[in-house]
């Protein structure tokens, strides 16, 4: 039995999840927070018993909390630090950083989408989705080899795009998005050294 006051209800390979991990490691909420890995997609899922959404992630706390989507999970779990570090300075410097962090969601969102569509048997799946969100992800990809999202300090978006580049090369090994994109290697392998990256690593693939 955990004594921790949070539960966040997760998998090992959701990136939804992942970032709220990675927020939690940042932040140094260890202690605060118990990581539960829960049986989405399956009649078992601990999730339903606290949301009928069922998805990870979930953040259960004090005084009946059940937060979903990972969106709102790290902004609260930013705040109950005490001195949030990930969601801007003041009022301005969040409006002005906020598109980033709307640009990272989009592509981790595409990057689910298609990965789900993977998932479907072959003759239900949509060759048309596929390509269109392979599209998205590339015109990202691309975007972001022209401006490397460093500059500044550090915030949501930087857990949020390092997050979904990693998942690409997880799910769609074949379609590896650095060989033409230098900068962008270069800024991932420096995210990808952080203590939180490392201590959340997706599972090996058996
Ligand atoms: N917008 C949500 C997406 C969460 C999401 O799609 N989670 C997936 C795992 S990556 C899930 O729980 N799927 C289980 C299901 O669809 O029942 C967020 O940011 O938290």
Known sequence: MSHKPYRL??????????????????????????????????????????SPLGK?????????????????????LDKIGGSPILHGATDQDRWMRAPE????????ESLAWRT?????PEDERSPSFIDYEGARQRRIYDWLEMSPPNQGARDISHIGFVIALDYALYRFPNEDWRPSRPSLTKWFEIEAGRPSFQATLLPTKV
């Open 116 to 120: 789900r569509e993977f998932r479907r």
């Open 9 to 50: 209800y997760m998998t090992p390979t959701s990136p939804f999840a992942r970032k709220c991990r990675m927020v939690i490691y940042e932040c140094g909420l260890q202690d605060q927070v118990e990581e539960f890995d829960a049986r989405v997609r399956t009649e078992e899922n601990e999730v339903l018993e606290v």
């Open 56 to 76: 990870v992630p979930t953040l259960t706390g004090p005084n009946g909390l059940t937060l979903v989507d990972s969106t709102l999970i790290s902004e609260f």
């Open 101 to 108: 962090w709307a640009l990272a969601e989009g592509l981790l």
